[in-house]
């Protein structure tokens, strides 16, 4: 495997903002076990060149009892050489969005914190021949903490709230003649609370 990065950091006035630039190449070799089109299970094997470049961000803004946490990272990746394959090279990985990102607004007292967990994605393809794309999705997920008096903590959390379909992993590279594949998601919404106390 072989990789650069070069970084750059930027701090004032209750702003912090770092920024990484990367290449990397590998190379795998190995065995998957995949559906063709008709869904049916196949073992392949798996002799390849990989690339990618980028940049990663973040940044950290605070304003008194306020504050925003970003983060993204954007990702060019392809399949340099494919010896088993050939029609795969130029192709972009499975699995693999162009931008991933996350922010984090939240307001916090003494008595009382509140603020969201946001995560998201753009679209990726489902296997390597780049013909079936997984949607892209943002998850919102709001929390909030109240110490209605010392060393006591009443806590709500709502993941997922607005019930998004998020589609982690499809497992056919192309929807089969049965029109069923399997896939991977990130849970629905899920509601939780919690009372802590510390001694």
């Known amino acids: ?11 004032r006035d209750g702003i912090s ?24 299970t196949v073992v392949l094997p798996i002799d390849r060149s990989y690339s990618a470049k980028g940049v ?34 130029g192709n972009t990985p499975r699995h693999q969005p162009d931008l991933i990102f996350r922010v984090m607004p939240q307001y916090q007292s003494r008595r009382v914190s509140i603020g969201a967990n946001i995560l998201g994605t753009t679209s990726s393809f489902a296997q390597d021949s780049n013909l079936l794309k997984q949607s892209g999705y943002v998850v919102v997920s709001p929390f909030v ?22 589609l982690v992993q499809v497992g056919s590279a192309a929807i089969p003649s049965g029109g069923v594949a399997n896939a991977q998601v990130l849970n629905g919404r899920t509601i939780t609370g919690s009372v802590r106390f510390t001694f």
């Open 145 to 166: 903490q109240i110490r209605p008096v010392d060393r006591v903590e009443l806590a709500l959390n709502a993941y997922n709230v607005f019930d998004k379909l998020a």
């Open 1 to 11: 495997m072989k990789q650069a990065e070069l970084g750059a950091k930027f701090r």
């Open 17 to 40: 903002l770092f920024a990484t630039g990367f290449w990397a190449s590998t190379t795998d070799k190995n065995y998957q076990i995949a559906s063709d089109a008709t869904g049916a």
């Open 56 to 89: 990663e961000l973040e940044a950290q803004l605070e304003r008194g009892p306020f504050s925003l946490s970003l983060g993204a990272t954007y990702t060019k990746a392809k399949i340099d050489s494919d010896k088993g394959d050939a029609t795969a090279a």
